[in-house]
């Protein structure tokens, strides 16, 4: 009976494992860009991989006019997360499509990534899948 309440035991904390992995790249909503999720010196962070736009794309948008002729391919869009139960917040999240700066919180819902872009109360959540 130990082994059985074990086994069982140790497959339910390696699916929770896994169903809360966040590492890896994803695909936006809008299907135009695939972001690698990381974690670097305890932070979970993401940088842009691959635009449909192509790999010479230029972050027009950026609101530092120093940046705007800078390619979009590497970019870190989300940067410092920490992990807080079943979230990572704390972080902030850049959008090239008008060149602004968000807090952020993501979390997996089932094969699925949420991602949240706040200002102050108001809010708006994407949902990307996994490549």
Not at 26 to 42: F, H, K, L, P
Not at 116 to 125: N, V, W
Request: charged fraction near 30%; glycine fraction near 10%.
């Amino acid at each position: 009976m130990k082994r059985l309440f074990l086994c069982f035991a140790l497959t339910m904390m390696a699916w929770m494992g896994y169903a809360q992995d966040i590492m890896g790249k994803w695909v936006t909503e809008a299907g135009d860009a695939q972001v690698e999720i990381y974690e670097q010196n305890g932070k979970v962070n993401g940088k842009i991989v691959w635009l449909s736009k192509g790999p010479d794309t230029k972050d027009v948008h950026n609101s530092d006019e120093k940046l705007r002729s800078r390619k979009l391919m590497g970019v870190n869009i989300l940067s410092g997360l920490s992990k807080k139960k079943d979230k990572w917040e704390g972080g902030r999240i850049y959008n090239p499509k008008n060149g602004k700066n968000y807090k952020c919180s993501i979390w997996v819902e089932g094969k699925e990534l949420k991602v949240r872009g706040y200002i102050g109360f108001l809010y708006e959540t994407q949902t990307w899948k996994r490549k």
